[in-house]
């Protein structure tokens, strides 16, 4: 039985186009002028560049994966165990990796 429906990667490759969306495996390599053939860039078009929402949700994002990081460094220092200058300076700056957060999550960062 010949099955006539497109496969699970043709349905995710055609989604992807339709709403605009692209990836690295999407992207080209674009050569220049011959006098500057060394040089190589990658072609991204203007779809490609993240708009605010998405740059304040990755920062979010940033935080809070800094926030576990703090909390579980805390969790080390509780237990006994001895931190280096890094880690101590990384907890002292809960507070202000808080508010950071809570500034962009009420907009008033962006």
């Known amino acids: 039985d010949n099955d006539s429906r497109p496969n699970s990667d043709v ?16 992207l080209r390599v674009v050569k220049k002028k011959k006098s500057e053939q060394s040089d190589r860039e990658v072609d991204t078009s203007e779809e490609m560049k993240p708009d605010n929402e998405q740059r304040i949700a990755k920062k979010i994002k940033a935080l809070n994966k800094k926030l576990t990081a703090i909390e579980t460094l805390k969790n080390k220092q509780n237990k006994g165990e001895e931190l280096d200058d890094k880690q101590l300076a990384k907890i002292e700056s809960l507070a202000e990796t808080l508010e950071i957060l809570d500034d962009f999550l009420n907009g008033r960062r962006t």
């Open 11 to 26: 349905r995710k490759q055609k989604t992807r186009k339709d709403a605009g969306l692209m990836e690295a495996q999407d």
